[in-house]
Nanobody, 123 residues
Framework: QVHLVESGGGLVQAGDSLRLSCAASGGSFSSFGMGWFRQAPGKEREFVATISRSGGSTSYDDSVKGRFTISRDNAKNTVYLQMNRLNPEDTAVYYC????????????????WGQGTQVTVSS
């Protein structure tokens, strides 16, 4: 089993930046594709970004492309989400997830999930 713990969320102003971290324990971190997803109240959980096992390939939802950057440090068993130029529409609980079969956009494909970290962006 893999345990994931997100951190780095908080309350910021529009235009500010945040860097989320997801620390993994258990399993072999480098064997998992990793993803970030988010869920706002009353809405479905949605795809944000994914990164391949080695970190050589990334994918982003159109709503965050050019503003967010996903990265990973396999030596530290950690995946990051750098979020720049945040806007109120980015307000959500952000979840880190691991997929033993690779990086996939669909949330139902992921095997392990963290508890989430709240990101709130005020206008």
């Amino acid at each position: 089993q893999v345990h994931l713990v997100e951190s780095g969320g908080g309350l910021v102003q529009a235009g500010d930046s945040l860097r989320l971290s997801c620390a993994a324990s258990g399993g072999s971190f480098s064997s998992f594709g990793m993803g970030w997803f988010r869920q706002a109240p009353g809405k479905e959980r949605e795809f944000v970004a994914t990164i391949s096992r080695s970190g050589g390939s990334t994918s982003y939802d159109d709503s965050v492309k050019g503003r967010f950057t996903i990265s990973r440090d396999n030596a530290k068993n950690t995946v990051y989400l750098q979020m720049n130029r945040l806007n109120p529409e980015d307000t959500a609980v952000y979840y880190c997830a691991a997929n033993r079969f690779g990086a996939i956009r669909s949330s139902v494909s992921y095997n392990y999930w963290g508890q989430g970290t709240q990101v709130t962006v005020s206008s």
